[in-house]
């Protein structure tokens, strides 16, 4: 297993710390997380240490994209590896921030959606002997989603101090953008998605 990998699985490992951070029912075995107030924001800690790992998985994500490409050592394993890993880290995350009523269900909804499709146009595309690359506007949706994400677990601060809900907004964005992007993978596949004949070896 070459460096890439292992950072893929240590963002796996981190996200399961992430989900158990909390999911998990602390107050049930007599464990409590202490509060703060910051300019009348009542902040829990819990979701500040959540959001710290969250930061740190996210940050192997570009590390072991990056290291791949440098080092040559880009494999089908860790492709897998590495889709599953964003996708574990970062639709649980949503997911349960809603549940906790941080953000609207919407969201989760949209992203989970939008990533199954695009999945689907790209195992499709493969299928048929295409890689399907990055576009803009997906890289805008990753972007915005993983600021909203981060600025969500940090309770909007310090823009909630002023009264702009700036994580809201990016969540929003990126929902937007997530819908562009679908649209936009399905009409560039959308001839190969729709043509029968495959590539075969």
């Known amino acids: 297993m070459n460096l890439p990998t292992k950072l893929?699985?240590?963002?796996?490992?981190?996200?399961?710390?992430?989900?158990?951070i909390l999911c998990f029912p602390?107050?049930?075995?007599?464990?409590?997380?202490?509060?703060?107030?910051?300019?009348?924001?009542?902040?829990?800690?819990?979701?500040?240490?959540?959001?710290?790992?969250?930061?740190?998985?996210?940050?192997?994500?570009?590390?072991?994209?990056?290291?791949?490409?440098?080092?040559?050592q880009v494999t089908n394993t860790g492709k897998m590896l590495d889709a599953i890993a964003d996708k574990v880290l970062v639709n649980s995350v949503l997911i349960i921030l809603?549940?906790?009523g941080f953000i609207n269900v919407i969201i989760p909804v949209i992203i989970v959606l939008r990533d199954i499709i695009v999945n689907a146009i790209k195992m499709e595309a493969a299928g048929k002997g295409k890689v399907v690359a990055a576009i803009g506007s997906g890289k805008l949706k990753t972007a915005t989603l993983m600021v909203g994400i981060v600025l969500t677990f940090c309770y909007n601060l310090p823009f909630e101090l002023i009264g702009i809900n700036v994580a809201e907004i990016l969540l929003y964005l990126s929902c937007v953008f997530s819908i562009v992007s679908a649209y936009q993978y399905y009409n560039m596949n959308k001839s190969i998605i729709f043509n029968k004949s495959e590539i075969t070896i």
């Open 8 to 20: 893929t699985v240590l963002r796996l490992i981190l996200s399961i710390v992430v989900i158990g």
């Open 26 to 72: 602390f107050y049930d075995i007599g464990i409590t997380f202490p509060n703060f107030t910051v300019g009348g924001v009542l902040v829990e800690v819990q979701y500040l240490i959540a959001g710290v790992i969250f930061v740190i998985a996210s940050l192997t994500d570009f590390l072991d994209g990056y290291l791949a490409r440098k080092n040559n």
């Open 98 to 100: 809603a549940a906790h």
